[in-house]
């Protein structure tokens, strides 16, 4: 079965950090791409950032360049996305996904989510 779990959501004020982390199972990780999604009340989800299987290719959305960084640990299952500077409008549901190959940002798997609040 299939799982992924987020944490390390929270409150925080603009310009603070905040580390998200996603716990895999059920699936052949190390061959998966990974990658955080975001969707804000009223908005359209979002891709965030993605990490190929390797680690060593990464992709941000414009927005997030320079502030998140994401990464991986295929003998953990677990990928991370270190968020720094944050804006009010990083708030979010932040979720977790996978699949197999980064072809494009279309994901198999989905997270539950945790949220991401960031007051001015």
């Known amino acids: 079965q299939v799982q992924l779990v987020e944490s390390g959501g929270g409150s925080v004020q603009a310009g603070g950090s905040l580390r998200l982390s996603c716990q895999a199972s059920?699936?052949?990780?190390?061959?998966?791409?990974m990658g955080w999604f975001r969707q804000a009340p009223g908005k359209e989800r979002e891709g965030v950032a993605r990490?190929?299987?390797?680690?060593?290719?990464?992709d941000y959305a414009d927005s997030v360049k320079g502030r998140f960084t994401i990464s991986r640990d295929n003998e953990q299952h677990k990928v991370y996305l270190q968020m720094n500077s944050l804006k009010p409008e990083d708030t979010a549901m932040y979720y977790c996904?996978?699949?197999?190959?980064?072809?494009?940002?279309?994901?198999?798997?989905w997270g539950e989510g945790t949220l991401v609040t960031i007051s001015s």
């Open positions: 990490i190929w299987p390797s680690g060593n290719t990464l």
């Open positions: 059920g699936f052949a990780f190390s061959y998966h791409c």
């Open positions: 996904a996978a699949r197999f190959g980064c072809l494009n940002w279309t994901m198999d798997y």
